[in-house]
């Protein structure tokens, strides 16, 4: 069974930081892509970020570039990070990891940033 749990989120004050981490079991996970997707009610997805299998290549939504790193753990842990900082108020929503391309997705994290 695929599993993605996504944790970390919670209230932050404009101009703070949140770690986001997602625990991914189920998969070889050296072999796939990572991202960063999040959801506003009412609005489409947006992706945050996405890292690479191995070789580090990385994408950030213009919104997020320069505040947001993406990164991952490709030992045993199977984890992948979002640092958040400088959060903006625009920036809450609920955060989604997921292997793209797939249908597998984590349960999301809701992150609320306060003006």
């Known amino acids: 069974d695929v599993q993605l749990q996504a944790s970390g989120g919670g209230l932050v004050q404009a101009g703070g930081s949140l770690r986001l981490s997602c625990a991914v079991s189920?998969?070889?996970?050296?072999?796939?892509?990572m991202s960063w997707i999040r959801q506003v009610p009412g609005k489409e997805r947006e992706v945050v970020s996405c890292?690479?299998?191995?070789?580090?290549?990385?994408?950030y939504a213009d919104s997020v570039k320069g505040r947001f790193t993406i990164s991952r753990d490709n030992a045993k842990n199977m984890l992948v990070y979002l640092q958040m900082n400088n959060l903006k108020p625009e920036d809450t929503a609920v955060y989604y990891c997921?292997?793209?391309?797939?249908?597998?997705w984590g349960q999301g994290t809701l992150v609320t940033v306060s003006s």
């Open positions: 189920g998969i070889t996970f050296d072999d796939y892509a």
């Open positions: 890292t690479s299998k191995s070789d580090g290549s990385t994408y």
């Open positions: 997921n292997i793209p391309g797939t249908n597998y």
